[in-house]
């Protein structure tokens, strides 16, 4: 029976933890409707700043690595240590979706480069692009060509790792979603976000959002769900049951 672990990286804003939950929550209320539905997935959270790399994982395990407020670049020893561990688990054919910090994560262990980005934060429901290797892909062929998407970031994947698909993008950043192997996806944007959790986090970035030149109050009101994005936390659950690793 395939373990999905629910990899966190970090906490969000206190008044987010207190009012809507931690990253962890999110992708637990995700997947919930399908953890009860079905009886072969076993759901399970590691925090890896406290209790250090997870143990190695079997092939047929699945792995999402959540937000966090801190920075790859900073190249925390929690956050280092997990770079040979995530290719370790590629090489063993594991499933894996990381997610923002862990979207910049893995490119950095597979070969990328992440950091601040030239232009800024991107903050609030934004309008992405498939690729055609998008449109071809079985997580993201699901999707229409553009969907809405919740993004919050200052830093993202600069240089994508070498053989990695472009899986979708927008005018601010080229890589908002790459493969980086036949069971690997990394996303930029947050699948998990609720319409008062993108806000929430809005509200703590109005200061920054004006310094750049940027409307925080025109972001506040664009907030909108997006249904099609936050899906893809279940399909990849589904995957990981559905389609065994072959490594």
């Known amino acids: 029976m ?7 990286t970090g906490d969000s804003f206190a008044d987010v933890v207190r009012d809507h939950g931690d990253f962890e929550d999110f992708f637990l209320a995700a997947l919930a409707p399908l953890a ?13 700043r406290t ?6 994982p079997a092939a047929e395990d699945g792995v999402v690595i959540t937000g966090s407020h801190a920075m790859v670049s900073e ?5 280092e240590a997990l770079k040979p561990w995530l290719v370790e688990a590629r090489e063993r054919g594991v499933a894996m979706l990381g997610v923002c910090y862990g979207h910049q994560l893995m490119a950095a262990a597979f070969g990328g480069q992440s950091g601040y980005h ?24 699901a999707l229409p060509a553009t969907f809405a998407a919740q993004l919050t970031h200052s830093q993202s994947v600069l240089t994508a790792p070498p053989g990695a ?3 979708a993008d927008n005018d601010h950043d080229p890589f908002q979603a790459l493969r980086h192997g036949p ?4 996303v930029q944007f947050h699948p998990e976000f609720s319409v008062p959790v993108m806000r929430a986090y809005l509200a703590h970035q109005r200061e920054a959002l004006a310094d750049q030149g940027d ?16 899906g893809l936390i279940a399909r990849f659950a589904e995957w990981l049951v559905e389609t065994p690793s072959v490594a």
Request: aromatic fraction near 6%; proline fraction near 12%.
């Open 2 to 8: 395939p373990r999905l672990t629910i990899l966190k």
């Open 36 to 48: 009860e539905a079905r009886d072969d997935l076993i759901l399970a959270v590691h925090d890896a």
């Open 51 to 56: 209790e250090g790399v997870p143990p190695a």
């Open 75 to 79: 190249a925390e020893p929690w956050s």
């Open 118 to 141: 030239p232009d800024g934060r991107e903050v609030g429901t934004r309008r992405l692009r498939l690729s055609e290797a998008g449109q071809a892909d079985p997580l993201f062929g």
């Open 165 to 167: 698909a472009v899986l």
């Open 183 to 186: 069971r690997q996806w990394s």
């Open 215 to 230: 409307d925080p109050e025109a972001r506040f009101v664009a907030v909108a769900p997006t249904p099609e994005a936050g």
